[in-house]
C-alpha cells in the first residue's frame, strides 16, 4: 500500500520561506506524478504544483498564482518530492497536500485532483502578515 507522508509546515511572516517535503513509500515510483495541492478554510482544494517522477526528465507545472516564488524538485533515490516556498504570502495559508498519480497517463504532470490516486495527511502553512 502506498503511504505519502508530508512535513516541513508551520508558520512564518510573510516574506518568508519554508520548504515542504513528501515521501512515498509503499513502491518504487516509476513513469509518475507527484503534486502539492492546498486547501485553505471554505474554500475548494486547488492546484499548486506537480512533477514527473522515476523519470528521466523531470517535468513540472504550476499554478499561475505561484509561478517564480515556488519550486518543486524530486530525489527519485528517495522517492521524495520538495515544495520550496519562498517570498510567502498570507494568501498562500493552507493545508497543503501531497498527491500521486502512480503511473503517469499523460505527457505532463496533471493538475486535476481527480487524477491523482493516492494522497497524504496534509500539512498546515500559516502565513502571518
Known amino acids: 500500500q502506498v503511504q505519502l507522508v508530508e512535513s516541513g509546515g508551520g508558520l512564518v511572516q510573510a516574506g518568508g520561506s519554508l520548504r515542504l517535503s513528501c515521501a512515498a513509500s509503499?513502491?518504487?515510483?516509476?513513469?509518475?506524478?507527484m503534486g502539492w495541492f492546498r486547501q485553505a478554510p471554505g474554500k475548494e482544494r486547488e492546484f499548486v504544483a506537480a512533477?514527473?517522477?522515476?523519470?528521466?526528465?523531470?517535468?513540472?507545472v504550476y499554478a499561475d498564482s505561484v509561478k517564480g516564488r515556488f519550486t518543486i524538485s524530486r530525489d527519485n533515490a528517495k522517492n521524495t518530492v520538495y515544495l520550496q516556498m519562498n517570498s510567502l504570502k498570507p494568501e498562500d495559508t493552507a493545508v497543503y497536500y501531497c498527491a500521486l498519480q502512480s503511473t503517469l497517463r499523460f505527457g505532463i504532470p496533471p493538475q486535476r485532483r481527480y487524477d491523482y490516486d493516492y494522497w497524504g495527511q496534509g500539512t498546515q502553512v500559516t502565513v502571518s502578515s
Open positions: 509503499g513502491r518504487t515510483l516509476r513513469n509518475a506524478a
Open positions: 512533477i514527473k517522477v522515476g523519470t528521466t526528465v523531470g517535468t513540472t
